[in-house]
T-cell receptor, first 113, second 115 residues
Framework: DGGITQSPKYLFRKEGQNVTLSCEQN?????MYWYRQDPGQGLRLIYY???????QKGDIAEGYSVSREKKESFPLTVTSAQKNPTAFYLC????????????FGPGTRLTVT | AQSVAQPEDQVNVAEGNPLTVKCTYS??????LFWYVQYPNRGLQFLLK??????LVKGSYGFEAEFNKSQTSFHLKKPSALVSDSALYFC?????????????FGAGTRLAVHP
């Protein structure tokens, strides 16, 4: 999975709790991305960051937050404001700021009950 | 509006036969197009991309894709399918929005190769 690690692989939380998903890359890539994958919907962009200390909202940012304090790390927090948080979350990175080839982590499956 | 369509939810192919996974797109300007593959409970892996040049693009694992500008299509092909090719395939297109380049992914097509 290209030098990107995501932890944990499976995560279970009670409704109303915030939860943080980890994403680390050792590829020295500038850009990092968070996607959400639901069955039959493909991947939808939550947040992306092209440089340290800078990030932008994607198409479905509501209920999520991120930080990019280090080049190699881009954690995603799923807050209690996210209405339907149960999904498969994928982190990715790309060499430059243009996503010509993205490298994906193995994903975290979050289940909220 | 930018979009990517994968019209088939699933494609079934016998091992050894040629396979095609279809993708059509809608984007302003010259398209940058991609194919990714996802094996169960894993992240996506890059297969190939089209940016410019030859309309037939060769990628990993013997896959290739044909860019057709008039039909706005970018179908993924392989001359002889393997059982191990069974996976979920995503087509994607790059577009520019809000000052940045981003990818839109199709909904995915599940490829099932039968022995």
């Amino acid at each position: 999975d290209g030098g990107i690690t995501q932890s944990p692989k499976y995560l279970f939380r009670k409704e109303g709790q915030n939860v943080t998903l980890s994403c680390e890359q050792n590829l020295n890539h500038d850009a990092m991305y968070w996607y959400r994958q639901d069955p039959g919907q493909g991947l939808r962009l939550i947040y992306y960051s092209q440089i340290v200390n800078d990030f932008q909202k994607g198409d479905i940012a509501e209920g999520y937050s991120v930080s990019r304090e280090k080049k190699e790390s881009f954690p995603l927090t799923v807050t209690s404001a996210q209405k339907n948080p149960t999904a498969f979350y994928l982190c990715a990175s790309s060499i430059g700021r243009d996503p010509l080839e993205q490298y994906f982590g193995p994903g975290t499956r979050l289940t909220v009950t | 509006a930018q979009s990517v369509a994968q019209p088939e939810d699933q494609v079934n192919v016998a091992e050894g036969n040629p396979l095609t996974v279809k993708c059509t797109y809608s984007v302003s300007g010259n398209p940058y197009l991609f194919w990714y593959v996802q094996y169960p409970n894993r992240g996506l892996q890059f297969l190939l991309k089209y940016i410019t040049g030859d309309n037939l693009v060769k990628g990993s694992y013997g896959f290739e894709a044909e860019f057709n500008k008039s039909q706005t299509s970018f179908h993924l092909k392989k001359p002889s399918a393997l059982v191990s090719d069974s996976a979920l395939y995503f087509c994607a297109v790059r577009f520019f929005s809000g000052g940045y380049n981003k990818l839109i992914f199709g909904a995915g097509t599940r490829l099932a190769v039968h022995p």
